[in-house]
């Protein structure tokens, strides 16, 4: 846009002089007065001039910025103003052309020059004084009306049609600026159009049409400043509506991540235990949902964001093979309780780890499955993917389903948008599903479709653009043990020709010729060899003759369905269709060449381990080569020792700062990795401390910033990315999303340690944990009297996860006590002193530290504190202390019970 005002000037520009030039010689005004014609000459070019040779002594990209960043659109005033001279100027050369030299001409030559001056002089002003002005909206209003006014003045009948010039600068004030401009405009508009009919003998001849027009200029107007204050109003509820929704989508999500949390920290302990192999699948479903659903939880958001174009992308490194499985797994439950085969089918030549984003790409997916799972009845539900072509990936889901009538299938993707009315009440949902994955799925560069017939199934896909994962960007899932079972029959001529490259590509393995002896095999294996997953596999000769009987075997043989099946000689689209009514539910497919299968074999390990659920999450200590220095700055001493024992166990070597000051203090003394920066401390913020760090530090090699906050809001996020910051983490943290964070920006070798001066050891060196944040829903009426106890079980248990060793509860819960007593006392005094700022800050430590040892009830009561106004403190603040302090004896007691 910028770029294209400055060909307009430069155009404006060249035009006055060239326009000018040929009235002075088209007149032959140069012959008749040169000096005169040269001093107005002088006076238009001039200007012009010297606004470029201000600009470029500027710069031209600053003077850009500048324009770009600017809260209002004075710029574009000034540079329409150009526009407008120019456009005066040509008027008076087509008359001249049309009916030569008119009356009018004299006075526009004494008019334009003045003009083009004063509009360039703007410029200059706006350039190097960039800040909004209201002098300066003001002189550029009584220039706009001056001008015009002189024009209709000297021009007579013929300068008419330029009166419409009054309300065009009139309403581009009041909409630029606001009513107060469109006011003043319109005052000025009518006191200068007054003067042009008292002095202008044409407009005198004529005053019922002049007065006519004078008292236009101030109906309409004032008609304007109705609609605009109306339009202001609409437009302020509207954003306080969208602030109210931000605020109960954070809430609701903190609300609802609470009792998540606990449900994924005992999921993963859970997952350390000795089960059995169906006791493992159904925990790792239920870890793998809910993790799923805290996501989508956070993704409550989104939609919002999608609505106002504001969602971020990541572009990382990720598990193409994970994301899929775990899809799979989510709605495999749902899948089995209506006896439905939900099926996975990967194309060998499909990479293993891509470059995106698995979140989105993983909601994407779930939303098709999902759909493809509760609209289908029976048969089976199966999601395929294969390269279309270089750098391209294709989903596919397919479900045998009950289809979509071609005349809906235009409008399948609209919001709040179902194939027909009675599939609402008869399935249920929300019709945003889908809306939300068309959504995704642009985002990320891609498109997305569907195909269907009624009564027989569905098919959406998706197609993204991809690019493979550098190796070692991040490790792949260990692979699981595998027995390869080759199937013969029908298929010897061709096996043959493979020769010795398949026996090589395939290792120890076992070879079948019929279904009667695939089942005894498959029964040896799973009798002998525990934890290990037959891999059939299957020449696609094998399927096409029907006498081996091998089609039919892999609809009703035993074990099959706990089988991977590579199918050899056969794409992914191909085999989508053949393997609909097959027992196995996890397929690959490659050429028919030992290099192409032993690729496929092995994405067939990774697949038998991720299918199982057999990576459990955790922290598995690192290499010393890969090990970190890494400051944690949080200023809350329990979230400090809880995040000491994440960092530690995963072999990494973390260092403390209390606060803001102590941060800065570390950097500028100690070279550092990376830095885990908590958003909101006291004195200096995390939002400072990283904004003062990038100053200070620009010829310094990059260090990564990653925000710690419990704001899961796009605000917070921008105001992260704003101060400097590589990356934002929600609490509670994640371990596992922590550290393939500090994998994915921590590049090279680890910091050379730095020359730190000695100091006496620190107690207060303990951190920050993956456990809840205090929940966002204000609810002061908690009290004694409810059901719900002082102390949340899961929490306790989730910081058990942390350590294993026993003590380390009772001192997290030694020092929250201990820590809670003192803020207490600070609360209420500053109560007492009506310290309004002290009051929150204490109030807002002291929920920190209740939320992570599960006193729910507590921080409810804290969470009064956080948005409460000098007069309601002033009238409720006894109250709310003594509340506070009544509470935090119930969870004194429980605690000393519990830990």
Known sequence: MINSWYAILLSCAVFGFAGFQFMLIRTGLWSAAPYEAAGLTVTLVLPPVVTALVAFRIGLRRVRRIFAARP?????????????????????????????????FVGSVLILPPGFAGTWLLLILLMLHPAPSVPRRVLGNMLDMAMVSAFLYVGGAMAAPWYLIYLWVTFGNGFRYGTRFLEVSAVLGAATFALVIHVTPVWRDIPYIAYGLLVALVVLPAYVVRLIRQLTEAKAQAEAANRAKGRFLATVS??????????????DMMMNTRLDADQREMAATVNTSARQLLSLITDVLDFSQLEEAKLAIDQVPFDLHRVVCDTRLMLRGQARMKRLALRLVID??????????????????????ANAVKFTERGAVTLSVRVVQQGVLEFRVTDTGIGIAPQHLDRIFDRFTQAEDDINRRYGGTGLGLAISRQLVELMGGAIGVSSELHRGSEFWITLPCRPAKPGSDPAAPPAAVTPLLVTAGAESRLATLGPGLNSALGRHAEIADPVEADTVLADIFRDSEGTTPVLLIPVEALDDPSTGIAAWLQAGNGVERSIAILMGSSAAEAAG???????????????????????LAAARGLAGLAAGASAPGAEPVAAAQRRRILVAEDNAINRRVIEKILQRAGHDPIFAADGDEALDLLDRMSFDIVLMDMNMPAISGLDVARMYRFTHTDHPHLPIVALTAEATEQARRQCADAGMDAFLTKPVDPKALFATIDRLVGGQPAEPGTLRPEPASDERHPESPLPEAPDLADSGTNAGTNEPSIDVAALDKLRSVDDDPSFIAQIADEFLHDAEDLLIELEHAWA??????????AHSLRSSASYVGASRMVRLLLYCRDVSRETLAEEGYRRVREIQAEFARVRTALRELA
């Not at 005066?88 to 009356?103: E, H, K, S, T, W």
């Not at 002193?833 to 204490?842: E, I, R």
């Open 72 to 104: 209002d659109s004075e710029h574009e005033q000034v540079m329409i103003r150009i526009l407008l001279v120019s456009l005066n100027l040509a008027y008076v050369l087509v008359l001249i052309l049309a009916v030569g030299p008119p009356d009018i």
């Open 254 to 267: 903190h609300e609802l991540r609470t009792p998540l949390t606990a449900i994924i920290g005992m999921g």
């Open 348 to 369: 060998a030549d499909v990479p293993r780890r891509i470059v995106g984003d698995d979140r989105r790409l993983q909601q994407a997916l779930t939303n098709l499955l």
């Open 578 to 600: 053949r393997c609909r009514e097959w027992l196995s539910e996890l397929v690959l497919t490659c050429p028919m060449e030992a290099d192409r299968v032993a690729s496929a």
């Open 833 to 842: 002193c009506g310290d309004l700022y002290a009051f929150k800050d204490h």
